[in-house]
């Protein structure tokens, strides 16, 4: 069984690789059936049927705040707690704000960060004039240089991050729904092939950990699926907002592995990937992580 295979690879590595000393313990606490309501009145669907697309991969879905401890859960229920909520505040501050050589804000031409709700359940998503999958951050970037005469800002910046917090925000509650078919597919299956292929020293596929043993330990850490609805995430592990490229640029360098750049085709295509093993799942961002 492939599951063995990968338990005794990773342990014959053990000796030279420390830190997976411990790989896949079985988990010492478990929060799988806690509930989240944000602010007492925002239902977040954190549990539900897998899409179509993963038939004989997974049957149920869950967000990662599922595998959260009781703390770590608990900051995101209310938004006074959750340190997220500033960045989102300082994304809504710069949609106001005049910049570029155009004199324009992002309040020219969008009604307000609430008429873009149904942005971050939808994306990544086909951009017809681009004919290219396009994440959020790809569509604000060519709003500030090519609508308001401003420079692009890096892929995960700060800026970048508190945007996509304070779009995040105002979808809270809607359902992940990316579509993976049209245009879109094959990128859709560019990242399905890299999300099942192993990486580095330790010969770990994104599947190996997210969908084989999710629930599990790993060192400290209660394996979720790997799931974007939650992103940007606010770590506590740095203390800021962290972008989905980010995220799996860190995973795919515990495998001890060559890594993709955030905003690179490839971390485009495996976002709109993992975006859609999670459609159903509640928009949450932005969430809170260890
Ligand atoms: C060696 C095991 C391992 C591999 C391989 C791995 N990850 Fe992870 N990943 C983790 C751990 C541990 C965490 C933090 C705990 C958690 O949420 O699962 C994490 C977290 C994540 C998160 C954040 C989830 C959340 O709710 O915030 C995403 C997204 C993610 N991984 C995606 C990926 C993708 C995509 C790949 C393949 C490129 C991958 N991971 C490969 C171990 C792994
Ligand atoms: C001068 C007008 C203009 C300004 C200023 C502008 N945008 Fe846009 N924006 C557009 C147009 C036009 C589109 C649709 C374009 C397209 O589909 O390529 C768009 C699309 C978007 C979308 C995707 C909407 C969707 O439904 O898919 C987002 C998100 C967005 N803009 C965010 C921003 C942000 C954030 C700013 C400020 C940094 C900004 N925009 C500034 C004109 C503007």
């Known amino acids: 069984m492939k599951i063995n295979k990968m338990l005794s690879t990773a342990a014959a590595l053990a000796s030279t690789v420390t830190v997976f000393a411990s790989v896949f313990a079985l988990p010492a606490f478990a929060d799988e059936d806690a509930e989240l309501v944000i602010n007492g009145e925002i239902e977040i669907v954190t549990k539900t049927a897998a899409p179509a697309h993963l038939d004989g991969h997974l049957s149920e879905i869950m967000s990662g705040w599922r595998f959260r401890s009781d703390d770590t859960q608990a900051m ?36 307000g960060v609430e008429s873009l709700a149904n942005v971050r359940p939808t994306y990544p998503k086909w951009n017809d004039d681009k004919e290219q999958v396009y994440t959020i951050q790809m569509q ?4 500030l ?68 043993n999710y629930g599990n330990m790993i060192r400290a850490d209660h394996l979720s699926q790997g799931q974007t609805n939650g ?25 001890r592995a060559e890594t993709f750049n955030a905003g690179s085709p490839e971390f485009v295509a495996l976002e709109l990937y993992v975006a859609s093993r ?13």
């Open 76 to 111: 995101e229920m209310d938004d006074f707690d959750n340190p997220g909520m500033l960045g989102a505040e300082a994304g809504f501050d710069q949609f106001e704000t005049v910049m570029g050589s155009e004199g324009k804000s992002c309040m020219d031409c969008h009604d």
């Open 231 to 255: 992103f940007p995430t606010y770590r506590l592990k740095n203390a800021k907002l962290n972008g989905a490229h980010s995220r799996f640029k860190g995973c795919i360098r515990d495998t």
């Open 145 to 212: 240089t090519e609508q308001m005469g401003a420079d692009a800002q890096k892929y995960d910046s700060g800026m970048m991050l508190n945007f996509e917090a304070a779009l995040a925000s105002v979808s809270r509650g809607m359902p992940m729904n990316v579509a993976i078919d049209g245009p879109a597919q094959s990128t859709w299956e560019q990242g399905k092939e890299m999300y099942y292929t192993r990486y580095g020293q330790l010969d770990l596929s994104c599947a190996n950990c997210h969908e084989q």
């Open 140 to 143: 604000i970037n060519d709003c």
């Open 278 to 290: 999670g459609n159903g799942l509640s928009v949450e961002g932005p969430s809170v992580r260890n």
